[in-house]
């Protein structure tokens, strides 16, 4: 199983970037993916999740500014972040469950290798 993230980049604050999750698992559809970030110095932390059925979790601070979504006909799930603020700037990881998905790094088997987010002020 492998995943890879991309779509990072450099964006001023009030910004906005789609990350993508693609995912090489034959039963995709049945893996919970969640986005985390870690910025320097820092734990790294929950940010989004969605499971099989489409339920989506978000962390309170990017609540009403970040949109997970998945196609599972392309094996992708994706990020949209929008307002982005500096308090954003990190490494963003997505990580897949089989039929789990939630808030706890524990709960995930395969980890990509992340995306570097900067957001300017």
């Known amino acids: 199983v492998q995943l890879q993230a991309s779509g990072g980049g450099l964006v001023q604050a009030g910004g906005f970037l789609r990350l993508s999750c693609a995912a090489s698992?034959?039963?995709?559809?049945?893996?919970?993916i969640g986005w985390f970030r870690q910025a320097p110095g820092k734990e790294r932390e929950f940010v989004s999740a969605i499971n099989s059925g489409g339920t989506t979790l978000n962390a309170d601070s990017v609540k009403g500014r970040f949109t997970i979504s998945r196609d599972n006909a392309k094996n992708t799930v994706y990020l949209q972040m929008n307002s982005l603020k500096p308090e954003d700037t990190a490494v963003y990881y997505c990580?897949?469950?089989?039929?789990?998905?939630?808030?706890?790094?524990?709960?995930?088997?395969?980890w990509g290798q992340g995306t570097k987010v900067t957001v300017s002020s």
């Open positions: 698992i034959r039963t995709f559809s049945n893996y919970g």
């Open positions: 990580a897949a469950a089989y039929y789990q998905y939630g808030v706890r790094r524990a709960l995930y088997d395969y």
